[in-house]
């Protein structure tokens, strides 16, 4: 298959694409490169070093004489969006990128109306891309599970039969989500939902826990094939901040009473999904979600197995929680579609964390750990009511 990936150059995104082509299909991938302009703008940067995204691509070609299209460009840009997808001619689509932080989307005005204006408007200039040059294209979105928030009942797989008054409707799951982030997610569910039913496309929205790791098969190959690796409290999620925090003998940061509870899904598990996604494609005019994580824990637990695993001394801190979240909630949510395709899960293991505290000592020396602690607060006050800039 013909496969576009966009934010191919992000910590999911270039795994992504180096898994799709080792399987033999044709790669291209998208990006603006804003993901590094944040790391500039934060003063942090990935823990493991990335190469540019030419060496990178220069690299598996040497490695595979595989070839990889990149497109440096902007979602945003209804131009350069048509373009690519004209000239590219996928049959797939993975779109990873968006601003994908909710820290970072809930730290002023400013960053919250980037974020929705980035998410939103890029994935309505990819529908209408795809709806104009080819409605057969298959569009495999990146979606989260944050988008349904901790109701009190079951979560289903995008979709719920609901009786009302007597009377029965298959609909949208009802979403609650926590960060101006989560809440764009939604709104692109619903424009591809509404596209998928007005004009016929096809798609399938990948409602994804938090992810952690930072291997797979292929970025291994070669230290200039390995993708990003974030810490810092913007961008670095809870398990890999933990394994960091507890390598550097530095206090594991449990926001709260840590009874949130979450999907977690390793990268290499990840990748497989969106493999599986792609050669299984949703019907003509279907809006198929499936829930994209392999196990559930709470934020308590993953502290725990942690310190468990690790082999040195190693310390739980519970600090005021920055977010407004339930702390201590009902949480079951449905996730058997991509297992029903075929996805064989890599739980987490005392042998996988083992791995992770390797890869975090040999870099050790580049975390800048005044990046650690959480400063950006949910509730509303002088500096992220207006514009911080
Ligand atoms: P990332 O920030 O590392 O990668 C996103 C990439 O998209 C970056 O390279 C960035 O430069 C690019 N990008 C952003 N806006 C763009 C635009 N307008 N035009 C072109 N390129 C643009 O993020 P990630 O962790 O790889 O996440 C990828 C996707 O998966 C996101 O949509 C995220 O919401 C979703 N997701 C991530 C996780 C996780 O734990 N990392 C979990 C669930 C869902
Ligand atoms: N948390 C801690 N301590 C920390 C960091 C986080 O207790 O040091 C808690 C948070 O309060 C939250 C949970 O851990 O309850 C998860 O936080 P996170 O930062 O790991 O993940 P989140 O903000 O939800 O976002 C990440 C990705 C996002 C993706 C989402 C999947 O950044 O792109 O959409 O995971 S999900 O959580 O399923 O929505």
Redesign the pocket.
């Known amino acids: 298959m013909r496969i576009l990936v966009l934010g191919g150059d992000g910590y999911l995104g270039w795994p992504s694409a180096l898994h799709l082509s080792a399987r033999g299909h044709d790669v291209g991938i998208a990006d603006n490169f804003v993901r590094r302009a944040y790391d500039l703008e934060l003063g942090v940067e990935s823990l493991v070093p990335i190469a540019s995204p030419t060496e990178r691509i220069r690299v598996w070609r040497e490695l595979t004489d595989r070839e990889i299209a990149l497109f440096h460009g902007d979602l945003t840009d209804a131009a350069f969006t048509h373009r690519m997808v004209e000239e590219f001619r996928p049959d797939a689509v993975v779109h990873f990128a968006e601003q994908?932080?909710?820290?970072y989307s809930m730290i002023d005005q400013h960053h919250a109306v980037y974020t929705q204006h980035n998410n939103v408007v890029g994935t309505l200039n990819l529908l209408y891309a795809i709806a104009d040059i080819n409605p057969d294209i298959h569009l495999v979105k990146l979606g989260?599970?944050?988008e349904y928030g901790t109701p009190n009942i079951d979560i289903e797989e995008g979709w719920i039969d609901i009786t009302h008054k007597g009377r029965t409707d298959r609909v949208l799951y009802p979403k609650r989500p926590g960060?101006f982030?989560?809440l764009s997610?939604v709104h692109d569910s619903h424009n591809i939902e509404f596209a998928c039913r007005i004009w016929g496309l096809r798609a399938t929205d990948l409602n994804?826990?938090?992810v952690y790791g930072q291997e797979t098969d292929e970025t291994s190959l070669d230290t200039r094939l390995a993708t990003r690796f974030d810490y810092d409290?913007v961008?670095g999620?809870?398990?890999n901040?933990?394994a960091i925090q507890a390598v550097l003998g530095e206090p594991l940061?449990?926001?709260g009473q840590?009874g949130?509870v979450?999907?977690f899904i390793n990268l290499v598990d990840t990748v497989e999904c969106i493999r599986i996604s792609c050669e299984n494609p949703a019907d003509q005019g279907e809006f198929r979600v499936f829930n994209q994580?392999t196990e559930q824990m709470s934020?308590r637990d993953i502290a725990e197995t942690v310190c468990r695993v690790y082999p040195g001394r190693c310390r739980v801190e519970m600090i005021d929680?920055p977010?407004v979240?339930a702390e201590d909630h009902y949480y079951r949510a449905a996730h058997t579609g991509l297992l029903e395709l075929g996805l064989m899960p890599h739980l987490l293991s005392d042998t996988l964390l083992g791995s992770m505290f390797g890869i975090i000592d040999r870099h050790r020396d580049r975390v800048n750990l005044d990046a650690l602690l959480?400063e950006v607060r949910w509730r509303k006050t002088a500096a992220n009511l207006v514009s911080g800039r």
């Open positions: 994908r932080s909710a820290p989260t599970m944050g960060s982030y989560h997610k994804q826990g938090v409290a961008f999620t809870v398990l901040r933990m940061t449990v926001y840590g949130q979450r999907g994580f934020v929680n977010r979240e959480p």
